[in-house]
């Protein structure tokens, strides 16, 4: 069984479009999180919510809008695509943020490409 | 000024080498280190963590904190081609969030 898993794997579209990326764990975690991979492998954070919650909000343009419909899942949503939106989309959840050692599980990533 | 910094490498070094991986990061607060592993096409996993300063040696894989310098380290002994793959250190900042350096891609050859 998959801890962290989101869909879809892959994702080619045009710029202009809208697209979602669902994300669930079953690890019975109480936070997720959506980060973003460059082509350069930087890996940032953009948002993360505890238990249906937003709790961390980056500097992310307010075309990205997370919805948590239960603390199993959170999808991302992408309006009016740009090809600076290109890169991998990993979830990752965790039992308890507040450990400064807490331990991220993340997905395998989504491979988004706008043309 | 980043809060991590990482070599980017790529890094490419025969099997049985000694690898040293190595980050710095900005603020004498930060007190727990994390080196997370990516192979290709997969999510990081974590690999080690540290607190605060000193060795945490686990198998063959050794992190390394000297806080007066504000550098992190991980060593590889007898590295294998399994462990190719990137390497990412992160720590925890004050506002409770887990920042990545930029990550190390290490090929391991036979």
């Known amino acids: 069984d998959t801890a962290v898993s989101q869909t879809p794997k892959y994702l080619v579209t045009q710029m202009g479009n809208d697209k979602s990326i669902k994300c669930e764990q079953n690890l019975g975690h109480d936070t997720m999180y959506w980060y973003k991979q460059d082509s350069k492998k930087f890996l940032k954070i953009m948002f993360s919510?505890?238990?249906?919650?937003?709790?961390i909000n980056e500097t992310v343009p307010n075309r990205f809008s997370p919805k948590s419909p239960d603390k199993a899942h959170l999808n991302l949503h992408i309006n009016s695509l740009e090809l600076g939106d290109s890169a991998v989309y990993f979830c990752a959840s965790s039992q308890d943020p507040g450990r400064v050692d807490e331990k991220l599980f993340f997905g395998s990533g989504t491979q988004l490409s706008v043309l | 000024q980043k809060e991590v910094e990482q070599d980017p490498g790529p890094l490419s070094v025969p099997e049985g080498a000694i690898v040293s991986l190595n980050c710095t990061y900005s603020n004498s607060a930060f007190q727990y280190f994390m080196w997370y592993r990516q192979y290709s096409r997969k999510g990081p996993e974590l690999l080690m963590y540290?607190?605060?300063?000193g060795n945490k040696e686990d198998g063959r894989f050794t992190a390394q904190v000297d806080k007066s310098s504000k550098y992190i380290s991980l060593f590889i002994r007898d590295s294998q081609p399994s462990d190719s793959a990137t390497y990412l250190c992160a720590v925890y900042n004050q506002g409770g969030k887990l920042i990545f350096g930029q990550g190390t891609e290490l090929s391991v050859k036979p």
């Open positions: 540290t607190y605060s300063s």
């Open positions: 919510y505890n238990n249906k919650e937003l709790i």
